[in-house]
């Protein structure tokens, strides 16, 4: 590197006197499985040199690791190191997931003219916050990669399958303990330390992000890009502004969403990935045939794969309206309807159920106990008389107050079966809603089949804890707060104020 630090990194030499390019991988896991099998062995094999580097302060790499901060420049010196070896092909892809695209985006920061092309596999290009994609801090997320990434390297093999095994109850205990920072440093002894920094650092406007917000990426990239993600996975809106602003730029760019969290894109999704990805390298880096795909793939929840030309298809939009009683339906409330009320006791948050979770706990997962709790107000539809397809992004507007100026929103679509049983859609999260008036909370965007016979159902709630840090109605800063104060809720119906809007039609675009 340029500051004479030295990376460590794996050459995948293709057997063949006419290689069909280079492939660069650069992440902190790791050079072991599965990366050498998914990417080393398999892409060797059709004909590429592949690069597997180690990242600064990782399994043998010099310097120290601080998370996304040293990516733009390692990378851009990763490049001018490629350039100058012998077997070198001439032009050369970038490849991976999570923060193995958050490494090829710091690349585009400044694209390389050997670059060709890009596999970006459910990659953030903006961690700032650092929240993720959320309106709030993602502490389970957050700190329990920090612990994994902190512990990886260990020494023996047993003692950490043995400390991963362990880490759903010891992170479950480090998330709900006060103050956040100590008990993250009971949870990361001297590991890790990046968090504690995240946590002094709240705002996503802080200078202390700016190197790690590459927005002028999307500005740079010139070269074909291929995305993959899925409706539960926790990136999955700065994908979709990924594809959104590439493809208004003109750069040729593809998508392909599937009904899959962040760790199914390594696991069961890994065969469409594979395929996805062969093709688009074979393309555009090998100079194969050129194979043909539409723009936005994406599969339907509860149906199936559907070709789109862009995203989000044009929808029409059907208004569900928050009634007394608990009711979802077309009619208008009275003005005169009575308001609904709920207390969020931080003592007790409302607890996460699925949704866009970096655990075995995430995903679509039956949230019928939600319903359940005081701290949450539930509205119900009636059974739907035909298959209702839901494809963009739902909106819930709330005319809400509250008597604690500090105080949070959390609201789900769920479908609940002909069973009786509710499965999360989509969520939306408000970091900080406003004392009374009109909030508007876009939800996560989805390509939903609710069934014919199901109901349709809206849960509003002053949190969903520890997906996002519970709001200690203080306004105490998140590292040392301790002091909890309740917040009461009031969501007001009459007069339509508060709804459900939905990209909706019987039938798919």
Wanted: glycine share 10%; with cysteine.
């Amino acid at each position: 590197m340029r500051d004479g630090v030295e990376l460590v990194a794996d050459h995948y030499r293709p057997a063949t006197p006419n290689p069909a390019g280079t492939l660069l991988i650069r992440g902190p896991y790791g050079r072991g499985y599965p990366v050498s099998v998914l990417f080393g062995g398999v892409f060797a094999a059709r004909g590429y040199h592949v690069i597997i580097q180690s990242v600064r302060g990782t399994f043998g790499s010099g310097g120290e690791f601080d998370p996304f901060v040293n990516e733009a420049a390692d990378g851009a010196d990763t490049a001018r190191w490629l350039r100058e070896q012998p077997w070198f092909t001439g032009s050369f892809s970038t490849i991976g997931p999570s923060y193995l695209g958050f490494t090829q985006w710091a690349l585009l920061a400044d694209p390389p003219p050997e670059m060709a092309a890009a596999v970006i596999v459910v990659g953030p290009h903006d961690v700032s916050g650092p929240r993720w994609g959320t309106s709030s801090f993602g502490l389970h997320d957050l700190l329990g990669w920090s612990y994994a990434v902190g512990y990886q390297e260990d020494p023996g093999r047993m003692r950490n399958i043995v400390r991963m095994l362990r880490i759903r109850r010891r992170l479950a205990r480090a998330t709900a303990g006060l103050p956040v920072g100590d008990a993250a440093r009971t949870l990361l002894g001297d590991r890790a330390r990046w968090f504690e920094t995240w946590l002094e650092h709240p705002s996503p406007d802080d200078p202390y992000w700016a190197p790690v917000k590459l927005t002028e990426a999307l500005e740079r990239a010139e070269v074909p890009v291929l995305l993959l993600t899925g409706w539960q996975d926790i990136f999955i809106d700065q994908t979709l502004v990924q594809y959104e602003h590439l493809r208004r730029r003109g750069v040729p760019v593809a998508i392909t969403v599937g009904s899959w969290t962040h760790s199914d894109l390594s696991a069961k999704a890994a065969p469409t990935v594979l395929r996805e990805s062969l093709a688009w390298l074979d393309t555009h880096l090998g100079n194969s045939r050129r194979a043909h795909r539409a723009p936005v793939r994406i599969h339907v929840h509860n149906d199936g794969w559907v070709d789109l030309d862009e995203w989000p298809p044009a929808m029409p939009e059907q208004v569900r309206y928050l009634q007394p009683g608990g009711r979802l339906g077309d009619a208008v409330p009275p003005d005169t309807a009575p308001a609904s009320t709920f207390t969020y006791d931080p003592a007790d948050p409302t607890p996460t159920i699925g949704g866009r979770l970096l655990a075995p706990e995430g995903g679509y997962r039956v949230d019928s106990k939600l319903s359940e709790r005081r701290d949450v107000l539930t509205f119900t539809g009636d059974a739907l008389a035909q298959d209702l397809y839901v494809v963009g992004n739902p909106v819930v507007e709330l005319s809400h107050s509250c008597d604690n100026p500090h105080n949070d929103l959390f609201v789900r679509v769920s479908e609940v079966d002909t069973k009786g049983r509710s499965r999360n859609v989509s969520d939306g999260y408000r970091c900080g809603a406003a004392d009374s008036g009109t909030v508007v909370i876009e939800l996560d965007a989805v390509a939903h089949r609710f069934r014919a016979g199901s109901r349709i159902r809206v849960l509003v709630a002053g949190g969903s804890h520890p997906r996002f840090a519970r709001n200690l109605g203080t306004g105490e800063p998140l590292r040392t707060g301790r002091r909890l104060q309740p917040a009461t809720h009031t969501v007001h119906l009459g007069d339509g104020a508060s709804r459900l809007r939905l990209p909706a039609a019987p039938r798919l675009p």
